[in-house]
């Protein structure tokens, strides 16, 4: 069974930075990309940025030159380098592991915008 946690969510000045980190756990062979998700209640869930185990990224439109995804050198572990933050980055934030089975995600971690 595979679990992730996320961690590194709290409130931040809108300018600021937080790094988000997710940790993964439990049998994982093969996957075919990692993944940072956010949502805001009554919306739906969006796409922030992507590592896939080929090592290429891709990012939302909105947070393209701002934030930076990577893989730790314990490859288990994921960021989400988070720059220049705005009001509109407050959400939920999850990780999300996408493998030939199934997708798995954490429980989310909250990250608050103050203007």
């Known amino acids: 069974q595979v679990q992730l946690v996320e961690s590194g969510g709290g409130l931040v000045q809108g300018g600021g930075s937080l790094t988000l980190s997710c940790v993964a756990s439990g049998s994982i062979f093969s996957f075919h990309a990692m993944g940072w998700y956010r949502q805001t209640p009554g919306k739906q869930r969006e796409l922030v940025a992507v590592?896939?185990?080929?090592?290429?990224?891709n990012y939302g439109d909105s947070v393209k030159g701002r934030f930076t995804i990577s893989r730790g050198d314990a490859k288990n572990t994921m960021y989400l380098q988070m720059n220049s933050l705005k009001p509109e980055d407050t959400a939920v934030y999850s990780c999300n592991l996408h493998t030939p089975a199934r997708d798995y995600w954490g429980q989310g971690t909250q990250v608050t915008v103050s203007s």
């Open positions: 590592l896939t185990s080929g090592g290429s990224t």
